[in-house]
């Protein structure tokens, strides 16, 4: 299908993307907004954009993503959305009944300039329900960003500093990662002793059970009186600077809860800095299982380190996600010579290059890049893996190279929702799916006198 990508790469006048790395904005606050307890996501524009983030959730996490819309006419295109809107509202809560309601809006929305506060006063909402907002253009930004904008919307809204002193507990915010990731994120800081708000935590909504009983809304998610107390708690951790950090500030303002950013734990080091920063704020020691957990990752990473040593990998992706993919690689003694995020944002070269530059190496790195040229890199320079999201078999397929399928959106897999990347368990998986990725791609190519049993 990708055969005839050329080889020599040009400059495009147009400034266009071809293939883009990335999706919209209203996907990610769509997600995000699933991980409020009984919330029910309502996107602000036509059916045919909601109907499209839905089912790319659902064919990702493989479990029905439920949401309203505002259902744009022409009429309403023309001259505004607020009526649209505040029958929305009123339908939702008469037929659906969640406890919240989550708004975003859509590139048609945001350029007809539709006030949205300005509805919400005039909207009649029932005692005791909850409609916050997030503005989240198409086409600014990605899908992270959506992500982000939604997760501010809920501090901006909801978080409350209704005591003298600070809690001791944590909030977390655990960027645009699978609810498996979050659940293992939990497990880390349940093992420390450590009292924790979680926002937002898709886990136990996109993973949820076959009980053989509809649930709307299931048992999952941040509850709307966990996000009031974020703002009572003496630290928030923000995972990912990109999907995570803007949430974490406004809640610093609004709340005066201290805000700290880390990468997203995957590997060892990210991992460790952020146990570390847990014990140091808490004052808590590590316990033997964990320290267990990151010696039975250290001793696979020297058992299996010869196959992996100088191997040259190709990354793309969510950039909190392969920021922390670059740092794992590096660790395993592989060469990352081309890392693309399709997410705008200079600081994600920054960071990158200052990894491969710690460890004597070069390579192409670009934010807000496409595909495209991703795989012009390819073919100037080849790789011995890819690491990515399901748009990369194409590039696999056509320069006959590994594909290793980590990230968002995996459409043509399934069960990875529910695994983590995540925490020293997660690196073991990403180690042995590298591995397993290498070692079938070498016996592939064995001649017969080369096929081993022991490798």
């Given amino acids: 299908m990708l055969d005839f990508t050329p080889k020599e790469i040009k400059?495009?006048?147009?400034?266009?993307?071809?293939?883009?790395?990335?999706?919209?904005?209203?996907?990610?606050?769509?997600?995000?907004?699933?991980?409020?307890?009984?919330?029910?996501?309502?996107?602000?524009?036509?059916?045919?954009?909601?109907?499209?983030?839905?089912?790319?959730?659902?064919?990702?996490?493989r479990d029905p993503i439920l949401a309203s819309t505002s259902s744009f006419t022409e009429g309403a295109s023309v001259f505004g959305g607020g009526a649209n809107l505040k029958t929305a509202i009123k339908n939702v809560f008469a037929i659906y009944n969640p406890d919240v309601m989550a708004i975003h809006?859509?590139?048609?929305t945001e350029t007809i300039g539709d006030d949205i506060p300005a509805f919400l006063n005039q909207a009649?909402?029932?005692?005791?329900?909850?409609?916050?907002?997030?503005?989240?253009?198409?086409?600014v930004g990605s899908h992270i960003t959506g992500f982000s904008n939604m997760t501010r919307g809920m501090v901006n809204y909801l978080s409350e500093a209704t005591t003298e002193t600070k809690k001791e507990q944590v909030n977390i915010i655990p960027g645009f990662v699978n609810p498996g990731d979050m659940r293992e994120i939990k497990r880390l800081v349940k093992a420390m002793g450590i009292n924790f708000i979680m926002f937002p935590d898709t886990s136990g909504v996109v993973d949820s059970p076959m009980t053989g009983k509809f649930e709307m809304f299931p048992k999952g998610g941040t509850t709307v009186e966990e996000l009031?107390?974020?703002?009572?708690?003496?630290?928030?951790?923000?995972?990912?600077?990109?999907?995570?950090?803007?949430?974490?500030?406004?809640?610093?303002?609004?709340?005066?809860?201290?805000?700290?950013?880390?990468?997203?734990p995957i590997g060892v080091k990210a991992t460790d800095e952020f146990l570390m920063t847990l014990r140091n704020t808490f004052v808590t020691e590590i316990p033997y299982e964990l320290e267990e957990e990151r010696g039975q990752l250290v001793d696979i990473m020297v058992d299996t380190h010869h196959q992996f040593h100088g191997k040259k990998v190709a990354i793309f992706g969510d950039p909190d996600i392969v920021i922390g993919l670059t740092e794992l690689v590096l660790g395993l003694g592989m060469v990352p010579v081309h890392v693309l995020t399709g997410t705008p944002g200079s600081?994600?070269?920054?960071?990158?290059?200052a990894m491969l530059l710690e460890s004597g190496l070069k390579g192409n790195v670009k934010a807000a890049g496409d595909l495209f040229e991703f795989h012009q890199w390819i073919k100037n320079e080849p790789v011995d893996l890819i690491i990515g999201?399901?748009?990369?078999?194409?590039?696999a397929r056509a320069e006959d190279i590994p594909l290793v399928?980590?990230?968002?959106?995996?459409?043509?897999?399934?069960?990875?929702?529910?695994?983590?990347?995540?925490?020293?368990?997660?690196?073991?998986?990403?180690?042995?799916?590298?591995?397993?990725?290498?070692?079938?791609?070498?016996?592939?190519?064995?001649?017969?006198?080369?096929?081993?049993?022991?490798m």
């Fill in 105 to 108: 809006t859509t590139c048609l």
């Fill in 389 to 395: 999201n399901t748009y990369g078999k194409y590039i």
């Fill in 11 to 61: 400059e495009r006048a147009s400034g266009g993307l071809i293939n883009p790395a990335k999706t919209c904005q209203p996907i990610g606050a769509m997600y995000a907004a699933l991980g409020i307890h009984r919330c029910l996501p309502h996107s602000h524009g036509s059916q045919g954009c909601c109907a499209y983030h839905r089912s790319h959730l659902t064919r990702h996490f």
């Fill in 347 to 353: 600081s994600f070269e920054k960071e990158v290059r």
């Fill in 124 to 139: 009649e909402i029932p005692e005791g329900k909850i409609v916050i907002h997030a503005n989240t253009p198409s086409y």
């Fill in 405 to 454: 399928r980590v990230g968002f959106p995996i459409l043509d897999r399934s069960v990875h929702s529910y695994m983590p990347i995540v925490g020293y368990k997660g690196a073991m998986r990403l180690v042995e799916m590298i591995s397993n990725a290498l070692l079938d791609r070498q016996d592939r190519d064995a001649a017969d006198e080369d096929f081993e049993l022991v």
């Fill in 228 to 264: 009031k107390d974020t703002g009572n708690s003496k630290l928030t951790i923000a995972l990912g600077s990109f999907a995570s950090t803007d949430a974490a500030i406004a809640l610093e303002r609004k709340c005066k809860v201290p805000a700290k950013t880390l990468k997203t």
